[in-house]
């Protein structure tokens, strides 16, 4: 009977009541706080990780050997044999251009090597232009046309330029209009495009291989700017 009654009366003191609610209450507070926080969109969800799927970016390549025009993406890269064509129109350079940008050299010599499987002639007749170069067809046009203003709508001055930048080609200039006319409508597969509504033989990489070219400029004085001409640095 002692055995038994000694737990009996534990149960029955004030202190052991008191310890009691107090740990039913702790536990109480505890439910609730949890069902708060588990309810509060705010709150980090760290036991879930929720990974978002990057866009992919497409990229075209071009192998010369079978003159296969390739779509892929820039995460998988080219195939063995294929050459990039670049996934973004062709920036300017951060430094001084001594040729062609290598990537508008890759996507002509692509729309080249298509355009000879239809029996289409196309060749770069002017490329890369040093500044003196570029200097000295802008004075002879501005003696021919009598203006700077006029000169700039057929020859920007070597500060507006994208000769020396190695960003323009003239293809079959002056001689070939028609055969020119291909690369025009089949240019933007290359990401090769016509600038201006003046000059049927001014390419330049404007847009991403694939995509539609920009609308046509009026003519090279859209690209002088500010104007009157800026003093070269």
């Not at 920007?156 to 080609?169: D, Q, T, V």
Request: hydrophobic fraction near 40%; include cysteine; aromatic fraction near 10%.
């Amino acid at each position: 009977m002692v055995a038994l009654g000694q737990p009996l009366s534990r149960l029955a003191s004030p202190n052991f009541r008191s310890k009691g609610l107090l740990s039913f209450g702790v536990l109480i507070v505890l439910i609730l706080l949890i069902f708060l926080f588990a309810n509060n969109p705010s709150a980090p969800k760290s036991a879930t990780k929720v990974f978002e799927k990057k866009p992919t970016v497409t990229l075209f390549c071009f192998n010369f050997s079978s003159t296969q025009l390739i779509q892929t993406t820039v995460e998988t890269g080219c195939p063995l044999g294929a050459q990039s064509l670049g996934s973004e129109p062709i920036a300017t350079p951060m430094t001084k251009a001594s040729e062609i940008n290598p990537t508008l050299l890759t996507r002509f010599n692509a729309a080249q090597a298509t355009a000879k499987l239809e029996n289409i002639p196309l060749a770069i007749t002017s490329g890369f232009r040093s500044q003196e170069l570029q200097a000295a067809l802008f004075a002879k046009e501005v003696k021919l046309k009598g203006s700077e203003e006029e000169a700039m709508k057929w020859v920007l001055p070597p500060n507006y330029s994208h000769h020396p930048m190695g960003l323009a080609i003239d293809v079959n200039y002056d001689y070939d209009k028609k055969s020119t006319k291909w690369l025009e409508i089949y240019g933007y597969k290359f990401g090769l495009c016509r600038v201006y509504e003046n000059e049927w033989w001014h390419f330049e990489g404007l847009t991403v291989p694939g995509n539609p070219c920009p609308a046509l400029k009026v003519n090279a004085l859209a690209d002088a700017n500010p104007f009157p001409l800026a003093s070269p640095k």
